[in-house]
């Protein structure tokens, strides 16, 4: 025992001497070189692996712009898949330096989990889904007294659903898992007839089923679920790089700032603000006092391109998912999506 | 140490060098070194937890049991809702372990009694059949068996429009044609992929009388027993005691029954909207939690009856039929006291195992303490007072337990002088 | 004297005769094993019933109706389920296993540097086969390589980033390699601690004693799944801020503190079935207390509970299971995860896929007690208890 208390000791010695605590994340993710970002263990179109083991989808897209601005190469990531369990987790721990996988927004996740949230890239609300062909006549979420609903354990989405049937004087059976894919692979056997998370989530889950055309995603929105990434309290400039990230990436949307052109536009644009925020403007300080190099929004443009042209390609009309804009339009066209201006 | 060898340390020797040579002085030294490194250790952890927690601002404290949970849970064996606390939460999740706990483990050991048994059996063909079923369910991983008995049986059954109609088969189905008659003993009870659905009694008024029968029952047998015993003692005659408690306990609430006027109804299952209603639902996550348990450690309690057996000499046996004591009393009255002995001791941990492994229920979703507790530490972020919670409880069950059986195992030892 | 007449007493001895017929050749054996008594014959009637029940249906969904190989679910469901088999159709669907086989052995290893895990396996096979023959030279060069040799080897094999091999992190690890690493670590850690622990808990040192009870108690007493949260979910808050340990080495950590707690508890067995004259003997000799120990009791009482140190084995080999709830996709994970990949979703692929994953956890734990009983034979000197 003694020898083992000595070994433990020596052991913990040597692992705090290898990886040296500090609190400023920009400066560990340069000396390391590649950001870890912790993600969904595999939700088509925000998160999930190819067949060639890459990550690729919306909140990759958002992982690899936060690389792009810090370490100009938005393929310098390290993909941790969490479940709802260990994202927090690994947050806390330092275990990931950036949490994208689609987290709603709370109070208390902002407070007592002492996270800080980015920002939202993804405005969502919680819907229900239901096999069509087995339960017909069934068109709103009014009708499922009685149902048994798969809803994921440990998420803000399983207590919207305790609080819409309580409000409603409606019954239900809760089919509770911890992992995504045992839900998943519950409502595909047919142990339940709802199965209930954002609506995002259901238009992707519906993809990965057998027979996706047997589904349909009620009207019903019983939530706001702003997802956003989310950042370990306590590191301002961490959170001020991957909230201007963000941000960068829909302003780039509203000025027309695309991956083809960004190059071009860098070079010779004469529009003031897009030479600004592309860090051409004389003795501008605006990356800089980031953290960053001064072409930071070039190199986010140019690697994974601006907010609609990430949509649209992971979950938008570019993709299998097809997810209109809605409220995730710019607000120029009828969203909410308004990003503070860079300068 | 080698300088141990050449002389022999003690109290006699009073040089200077003997000090650190003194087995005594040496353990002391040693000890002082462990609980200084210990306390080190667990002071450097306190430290970096408080640290961490309130860096990150986590609140921390046993405060959050009395907050409003917020989650359903899908089986509760007391009143629970999503308005209850998080301590209720915990108490369901408490009592469906135990619940899972306690069936698994009546049910292990009838089937591992019986698969003991039968490995000792003359009969070949039983000893094959129960030595197959032991090498196959100890080799796989429990949480193996409980996925394959709800992802590969109970999820592959039909959905609740086309349920199956549980009964007694009157024939089976061979590639010869088939034996017996095709058709079934229905109870009313229903098989879908959400459960195993069977009647419900309803006691109506009058019912209490049916109760009265059992417990006039229950008594009239120990009555029974005990003048049964006296008799014996006195003049050696014996008396069927069991015969007798058997048909006093069925049959004393039976009469009851039709006196009272029958009144109990039965609730039968039957289609709602989205599932069968009434009756009782048994979920297939309980389902095939407490089967997978059952049929896993059977496996291993077989082994221990066998060994159990056969440790008590064939010259008991012998010398039982010498006396001429027949079969039957031979096994109850000689062989099972002295096997039970051997058999106590490894089946109380396969027991605690099981009550153990009941925590695998997370895997499948069944709300038992672990799972209730994730829940809990995610909606709550109380990681440490949740883990401490299920250290306690579990820690309990098993001391409890162990000195329960450390108590019986002493009594039966006695019983040997 | 009187005069026998002798003439119809037999001069040479009569040759035995066959016994009858239902004494001998099959119909005894039928007789004596199956019909004896009444309540024999309805056993048989009833395994023989059990036996129709069971085995055909099983053969004929296991390999005449099975499907070996296809591109995609379409093989492994009916019609009706958008398929290409006929309406009732039920068989295994190992064309599934086939495809994914790849993936249940290395997870997400990457493509390229999957010759690095074969290298490892090659080299663990190669020296773990002379390990365990007991006749094999070079007993003790081969120990030690295994057991010093191969971790080192293996650890820059299969993690690189150095000598320009790349970095694979362990998040892609998966499978059966996930599997083995973790039950090899577990063995080798678990099996040192666990003589500490032994020790210390039979030590007359109150303290180390104490201690010692306390962590075997303990750990003992709650479930791995709890012990795997901690040290997923725990660990990390007990460690000062930024350092991180990898999630592989804590579930690792994990495994080993759970199994050297149960080691423990078998060693402590044989240390207290080892004759007090032992001890003593060696204290007459004017050993010391590690030079007792190592060399008198602890050949003897590791020799004595060999059954009890497999079977821990075995449990921690199936144990390494439940790293699947904690998040990490070992050999049952990875079968897991793989029932929701809609290109391969039928009803048939969950059985399939966990009657694969069940046969290969079977081979190694069957494996692992039939040597122990083998070595159990061969070692056995006359301690026998």
Known sequence: MKNLVKLLVGAGVLAAASSVASAATLDDVKSRGTLRCGVNTGLAGFASPNNQGQWTGFDVDLCRAVAAAVLGDPDKVNYTPTNATERFTALQSGEIDLLARNTTWTLSRDTKLGFNFAGVNYYDGQGFMINAKNLEGITSALQLSGASVCVQGGTTTELNLADYFRANNMEYNPVVFQALEEVNAAYESGRCDVYTTDQSGLYSIRLQLAAPDDHVVLPEIISKEPLGPAVRQGDDQWLDIVKWTLNAMIIAEELGITQANVEEMANTSTNPEVRRILGKEEGSTLGADLGLPNDWVVNIIKGVGNYGEVFERNIGSGSPLKIARGLNALWSKGGIMYAPPIR | ?417 | ?385
Not at chain 2, 340 to 360: A, W
Not at chain 3, 170 to 194: C, D, E, N, R
Not at chain 3, 277 to 294: P, R, T, V
């Open chain 2, 1 to 417: 140490m080698a300088t141990d060898s050449t002389h022999l340390p003690g109290p006699a020797a009073t040089s200077r060098s003997s000090a650190l040579n003194n087995p005594q002085v040496r353990s002391i030294i040693a000890q002082v070194v462990l609980v200084v490194l210990l306390a080190l250790f667990i002071w450097w952890i306190v430290g970096n937890t408080t640290d961490n927690l309130r860096r990150q601002n986590i609140a921390s404290g046993f405060g959050f049991l009395d907050a409003r949970a917020g989650f359903d849970v899908a089986q509760s064996l007391i009143p629970y809702g999503s308005n209850s606390l998080y301590r209720q939460a915990f108490l369901v999740g408490l009592l469906n372990t135990l619940l899972v706990a306690v069936t698994g483990i009546i049910t292990a050991s009838i089937i591992g009694f019986l698969v003991g048994v039968g490995r000792l059996s003359r009969n070949w063909l039983i000893r094959q059949i129960c030595m197959v079923y032991v090498e196959v369910f100890r080799n796989i991983p429990p949480l193996l068996v409980i996925f394959f008995i709800y992802l590969g049986v109970l999820s592959a059954l039909p959905g609740a429009r086309d349920s199956l109609e549980v009964g007694i088969p009157l024939g089976i189905q061979t590639p010869f044609g088939l034996i017996g008659w095709d058709d079934t003993i229905g109870f009313n009870a229903w098989l879908n992929n959400r459960g195993f659905f069977i009647p419900r009694p309803v006691f109506n008024e009058g019912s209490w009388l049916i109760l009265a029968g059992l417990i006039a029952g229950l008594v009239m047998s120990v009555l029974v027993y005990r003048w049964a015993r006296a008799r014996q003692m006195a003049t050696g005659e014996q008396f069927p005691v069991l015969r007798t408690s058997i048909l006093l306990i069925l049959g004393l609430p039976l009469l009851a029954y039709f006196l009272a006027g029958m009144p109990v109804d039965v609730d039968v299952p039957v289609k709602g909207n989205f599932n069968l209603t009434g009756g009782v639902q048994v979920k297939p996550e309980f389902l095939s939690l407490y089967l997978a348990l059952s049929l896993y450690t059977a496996s291993f309690i077989a082994e221990i009856v066998r060994a159990g057996i056969l440790g008590v000499s064939r010259g008991q046996t012998e010398a039982a039929y010498a006396l001429g004591v027949r079969a039957g009393p031979t096994l109850r009255l000689i062989i099972i006291p002295q096997a039970m002995r051997i058999i106590i001791p490894p089946l109380t941990s396969q027991y605690l195992n099981l009550t153990k492994n009941s925590s695998l229920a997370v895997a499948i979703g069944y709300p038992d303490l672990v799972q209730i507790g994730q829940t809990a530490m995610n909606q709550s972020g109380q990681a440490i007072e949740v883990v401490a919670i299920w250290m306690v409880v579990y820690l309990t069950i098993s001391l409890t337990t162990s000195v329960f059986m450390n108590w019986f195992n002493n009594r039966m030892s006695l019983v040997e002088r």
């Open chain 3, 1 to 385: 004297m009187q005069e026998h007449d002798m003439t119809f007493v037999r001069a040479e001895m009569i040759n035995a005769q066959t016994a009858p017929v239902s004494e001998r050749g099959v119909l005894r054996w039928l007789r004596t094993n199956l019909l004896s008594t009444p309540l024999d014959i309805v056993l048989t009637v009833i395994g023989v019933l059990l036996v129709i029940a069971f085995v055909p249906p099983l053969l004929n969904w296991a390999f005449i109706d099975a499907q070996w190989t296809g591109p995609d679910r379409s093989v492994c469901a009916t019609i009706a389920q958008g398929g290409v088999q006929p309406e009732g159709w039920s068989g295994a669907c190992w064309a599934f296993v086939n495809s994914k086989f790849e993936q249940f052995m290395y997870g997400r290893y990457s493509f390229d540097e999957r010759w690095r895990v074969n290298l490892v396996a090659a080299i663990f096979v190669l020296l773990f086969i002379p390990l365990l023959m007991p006749n094999a030279p070079y007993k003790a060069l081969n120990a030690v390589l295994f057991f010093f040799g191969v971790p080192v080897i293996a650890f820059f094999l299969l993690v690189g980033g150095y000598f320009g091999l790349p970095y694979v992190p362990t998040q892609q690890w998966g499978g059966l390699l996930v599997t083995l690493v973790i039950s090899f670590v577990g063995i080798a850690v678990s099996l040192p601690m666990g003589i500490v622990l032994a020790l210390g808990r039979r030590s007359k040192m109150p303290i180390v004693k104490m201690v010692c009870v306390v962590f075997i108690e303990i750990v003992r007493g709650v479930p791995l799944v709890t012990v795997l949260f901690m040290a997923s979910v725990m660990l990390p808050l007990f460690l000062p801020a930024g350092m991180t340990f990898d999630r592989l080495l804590r579930a690792l950590v994990g495994v080993a503190l759970f199994a050297s707690a149960y080691m423990a508890e078998v060693i402590r067995g044989g240390l207290q079935a080892i004759p007090k004259g032992q001890y003593e003997g060696a204290d007459s000799l004017g050993l010391g207390y590690w030079q007792k120990m190592i060399l008198i009791v602890l050949p003897q009482a590791l020799k004595l509970v060999i059954p009890g140190i497999v079977n821990t084995f075995i449990g921690l080999f199936k144990d390494t299971s439940l790293v699947y709830i904690i998040g990490m996709f070992d050999l049952l994970g990875i079968v897991r995860q793989n029932f929701s990949d809609a290109t391969w979703a039928s009803p048939q692929t969950p059985m399939s896929g966990l009657i694969f994953a069940g046969f290969v956890f079977w081979i190694f734990c069957f494996g692992m007690s039939r040597y122990s009983i083998y070595m159990e034979r061969r070692l056995d000197t006359g301690h026998s208890r």
